[in-house]
């Protein structure tokens, strides 16, 4: 196993890059004992320059500069004179042992170095203690730079687990609406099915009977009072085709404007809306009045719906007397509804079974939802009593309910019976009011 460099050598290796390979080593080996070889301190010692000084280090060679000997004029002996790296060199010495090594590497005298030495005033405890001052220096200033690395790496691995978390999250919505998407086409591809099959017998039921009735006529001989009428009952059938086909166009043309006037009176509601009704635009008797209008006087008694979204976007469709529906999704619809609106052309205001089973699976992506019977007659619906419809009838000037119990079946208010209604609707009579009092 290959021993780790700790904080302490490499601040060690640090405070002795200016001195010479063979002496850092024997420095270190004195302080940190003989594990580490000589190639391995000297790597480190490399690393190092390169990485503090941005130097490659010197082999053999000492970062001490010596001047050339001057010859005294006198005496006639030459003198060297002593260099700032010299008495750097000398004020980190700590022991006599270093002080004679000093001598021998700088080519003085043991006398001139010790005098050199004590009077630039150093010591060997002083020394010491300086060096120990220095390497704790470096020693902290690493340990810093270990601590903000490590909570850097924390904070990081946090980030990323935030956004594995996230990832996550997605990705369970993805598979939820994926799901979703699987199933709507499953259910369109039933349909559509179903549909197809229906067609089918129709046609092969209408072709049987039409082949049956040309081989009857072939078969019999017809009069040509009879050959008249066949020819004008085609006549008549061409007719009733056409007539068909400019009726299908009409209708379409109806249901597109009925579709563009409601997204119209609900993009300007700033004009009839009444702030003083503390009611939403959506909840305001003229836009009930011109739902209610589309539905009965521009189409022939036709239901109508209106969605408001979460973001007040306004989708409009119409359906048949009896039903009405979203063939798709709308495109842009934002969840959750605020509203839903839809008419009961007949003139009638009340829950169907099919209209439970709507609220029933929206409950909690829808807030309101009113059914209009007429003119300020209407249902109104909301996800705080989700079991109960209160119904408004002005023409009789009465207000009752229409609630749903546990297994989900349909109870009205009381046992009195309104005179028109599909099913009957019950409310609180003015002689059921009377037997109260």
Request: glycine letters at 4%; a positive charge.
């Amino acid at each position: 196993m290959v021993k780790k460099w700790t904080t302490e050598e490499k601040a060690f290796l640090t405070m002795h890059l200016n001195k010479k390979p063979k002496q850092i080593v024997k420095r270190f080996h004195n302080k940190f004992g003989e594990d580490r070889t000589y190639q391995s301190i000297y790597g480190m010692v490399g690393s190092l320059r390169k990485n503090v000084l941005k130097q490659p280090l010197k082999k053999n060679t000492m970062n001490v500069s010596i001047k050339k000997p001057v010859k005294s004029r006198t005496t006639g002996y030459s003198a060297k004179r002593w260099t700032k790296n010299e008495d750097n060199y000398l004020s980190e010495i700590t022991s006599l042992v270093e002080l004679e090594r000093a001598s021998k590497e700088m080519g003085r005298s043991l006398s001139a170095v010790k005098n050199r030495f004590y009077g630039k005033g150093y010591s060997f405890k002083k020394n010491a203690k300086m060096q120990q001052t220095k390497e704790n220096l470096v020693v902290n200033s690493l340990d810093r730079k270990e601590s903000n690395l490590k909570q850097a790496a924390t904070q990081v691995a946090k980030l990323l687990e935030q956004k594995k978390e996230d990832i996550k999250i997605l990705q369970n919505k993805n598979s939820l609406l994926e799901a979703r998407c699987f199933t709507l086409t499953q259910e369109i591809e039933k349909m559509n099915q179903s549909w197809a099959k229906k067609f089918e017998e129709y046609t092969i039921e209408v072709d049987q009977i039409t082949n049956q009735k040309i081989a009857e006529a072939r078969k019999e001989r017809l009069s040509w009072r009879e050959r008249r009428k066949l020819k004008k009952a085609a006549k008549l059938q061409k007719k009733l085709d056409k007539i068909m086909i400019t009726y299908e166009e009409e209708m379409n043309n109806r249901r597109d404007y009925v579709k563009f006037s409601l997204e119209d009176t609900w993009a300007r509601r700033q004009l009839w809306e009444n702030e003083e009704t503390n009611l939403e635009p959506f909840a305001q008797q003229p836009f009930f009045d011109t739902i209610w209008e589309m539905s009965t006087t521009i189409l022939p008694n036709l239901e109508v719906q209106v969605v408001i979204d979460d973001n007040d976007n306004c989708f409009v469709s119409s359906g048949s007397s009896g039903f009405v529906s979203f063939m798709q999704e709308p495109a842009g619809l934002k969840l959750p509804i605020k509203c839903w609106i839809h008419t009961h052309p007949f003139g009638r205001a009340y829950f169907s079974g099919t209209d439970w089973n709507t609220v029933n699976i929206w409950q909690k992506n829808m807030k309101e939802a009113y059914v209009l019977g007429g003119y300020e007659h209407f249902g109104f619906w909301q996800n705080t009593d989700p079991n109960v419809l209160t119904i408004q009838e002005s023409n009789l000037g009465y207000q009752y309910e229409q609630y749903q119990d546990e297994n989900k079946n349909n109870i009205y208010g009381c046992s009195c019976w309104t005179d028109s209604g599909v099913p009957p609707v019950t409310y609180t009579c003015e002689n059921c009011l009377e037997e109260e009092e």
